[in-house]
């Protein structure tokens, strides 16, 4: 059993700032990738950051969002800088991990936090 932790959303204002953080805990093993997608109403979910052997942004974040991870407290944090209105969404953290004894790496999901920007 996994289980994802989120914290950290809310509503700020345009140039502002935000920090989410996601804790996995259970069973793991091996934490091969974790990250960051969002979920705008009426949109598709998309990746916001991930940190794998590489990290990746989404062009529309590159320079203002830093994504961090700790593997021995296996939290991924996203540091969000100078927001704007499109930034809002519902924020999912995503984990690729190994459990134990598993055959393959899963997937798990976050249950999702809110982050507005609005004045």
């Known amino acids: 059993q996994v289980q994802l932790s989120e914290s950290g959303g809310g509503l700020v204002q345009p140039g502002g700032s935000l920090t989410l953080s996601c804790v996995a805990s259970?069973?793991?093993?091996?934490?091969?990738?974790m990250g960051w997608y969002r979920q705008a109403p009426g949109k598709k979910r998309e990746m916001v950051a991930t940190?794998?052997?590489?990290?990746h942004y989404a062009d529309s974040v590159k320079d203002r969002f830093t994504i961090s991870r700790d593997d021995a407290k296996k939290t991924v944090t996203l540091q969000m800088n100078n927001m704007k209105a499109e930034d809002t969404a519902v924020y999912y953290c995503?984990?690729?991990?190994?459990?134990?004894?598993?055959?393959?790496?899963?997937?798990?999901w976050g249950q999702g936090t809110q982050v507005t920007v609005s004045s």
């Open positions: 995503y984990v690729d991990l190994w459990t134990k004894g598993a055959a393959r790496s899963t997937d798990h």
């Open positions: 259970g069973n793991i093993s091996v934490v091969v990738l």
């Open positions: 940190s794998g052997a590489r990290t």
